[in-house]
């Protein structure tokens, strides 16, 4: 019974995360950046397309790195010259570094697969893009432990600096690790 009430609490933080945060930062997100950018509208269809082509493809670099265990390289992604917000599973980091040192401290991830994720890439201005993707993790760890298939979201805020794309907000939620039950591995 313990598990199935985890497996609740992850399903309601998710619906909490996209029904209500993830609609809210949206729209702080697109209000700030056609203020400061002059907004999405003034793009044309072949600058916009360009902007999604170029962060769609950060953004499942950055996957591709998290699915190697590569920590580091996953990192490289974000942009720590000025304050954004970071979250993961509910937990907010007052800083980037405070966020890098916690993954840095925790982090024991041997291999991951996020299967294919559900992934929308708003463009919101020639600056800035918001990335959003779900889908089902399975992740196994350098001890050689595979755990259950977990829910994943994660929503980010992607800013253009210096001739590349950079994560400028991160806001991620990953259901709990569970140990996969030695019988059901040999099967």
């Not at 933080?13 to 209000?31: G, M, N, R, S």
């Not at 982090?107 to 600056?127: A, E, H, N």
């Not at 760890?141 to 994660?154: A, E, H």
């Amino acid at each position: 019974m313990m598990g199935l009430r985890g497996g609740f609490r992850d399903i309601f933080f998710i619906k909490v995360f996209l029904f209500y945060l993830l609609p809210v930062f949206t729209l702080l997100v697109l209000a700030r950046c056609s203020k400061s950018s002059g907004g999405a509208g003034h793009l044309s269809e072949e600058q916009r397309k360009q902007i999604h082509s170029a962060v769609i493809n950060r953004f499942n670099a950055m996957i591709k790195y998290s699915e190697a265990g590569e920590l580091e390289n996953m990192l490289m992604h974000f942009d720590g010259s000025r304050p954004g917000t970071y979250i993961v599973n509910g937990t907010p980091y007052p800083s980037l570094e405070d966020m890098m040192d916690h993954y840095r401290a925790t982090w024991r991830i041997q291999k991951q697969d996020y299967g294919i994720p559900v992934t929308q890439v708003f463009v919101l201005s020639p600056d800035f893009a918001l990335v959003t993707s779900s889908a089902s993790l399975n992740t196994t760890n350098r001890g050689g432990i595979t755990f259950q298939p977990r829910p994943w979201s994660v929503s980010t805020l992607w800013t253009f600096k210096e001739d590349e794309w950079l994560i400028h907000s991160f806001h991620q939620h990953a259901g709990d690790l569970k140990p996969v039950e030695q019988d059901e591995v040999k099967q």
